[in-house]
């Protein structure tokens, strides 16, 4: 049997081999979607950025430590595309929550505080969310 590219994509898909190393499809999970962990409260839905490492923190790795050798520019514009995918979440409550396991997040990587209030202050200029503000106080020495 002859497969077109999409038969095969199909085939590779449902086996799992379509995602490069290290890469690979996680088995879906109550109160996920995507990048978002969401719970209903209240006859309503909150929703805010998927952390797996809330519960544990060395769970996974993603960023750049900050004494990597990475230029500090790729390093504070990963940290604020962090934060502005934190500022999606649907309350006040929900972003703070969101930003500080982010922050906390950064901080384990030695991200210097004066960074991390710096890119929350930007990030609540350019949102308008005035939670930025609560979080970049939150982070004074």
């Known amino acids: 049997m002859e497969y077109g590219f999409s038969d095969k994509f199909v085939a590779d ?6 995602y490069q190393k290290p890469l690979e499809l996680e088995e879906g999970r109550d ?4 990048e978002t962990s969401y ?3 209240n006859d309503s839905i909150h929703y805010k950025l998927k ?4 519960d544990d923190p060395n ?9 990597s050798n990475t230029t500090v520019r790729q390093k504070v514009s990963t940290l604020h595309a962090c934060l502005q995918k934190a500022n999606k979440a649907s309350t006040t409550q929900d972003i703070f ?5 982010k922050v906390a997040e950064f901080r384990r990587l030695r991200y210097p505080l004066h960074v991390l ?6 990030t609540g200029a350019v949102s308008g ?3 930025w503000t609560n979080v970049a106080r939150s982070l004074r020495a």
């Not at 109160?31 to 995507?34: D, E």
């Not at 952390?51 to 809330?54: G, H, L, P, S």
């Open 39 to 41: 719970e209903i409260r």
């Open 129 to 131: 969310e005035g939670t």
């Open 51 to 54: 952390n797996d490492n809330e």
């Open 31 to 34: 109160g996920i979607f995507l």
């Open 117 to 122: 209030r710096r890119a929350c202050t930007r």
């Open 59 to 67: 769970k996974i790795w993603r960023y750049q430590h900050w004494h």
């Open 13 to 18: 898909f449902i086996r799992s081999e379509c």
């Open 97 to 101: 929550a969101s930003a500080m396991a």
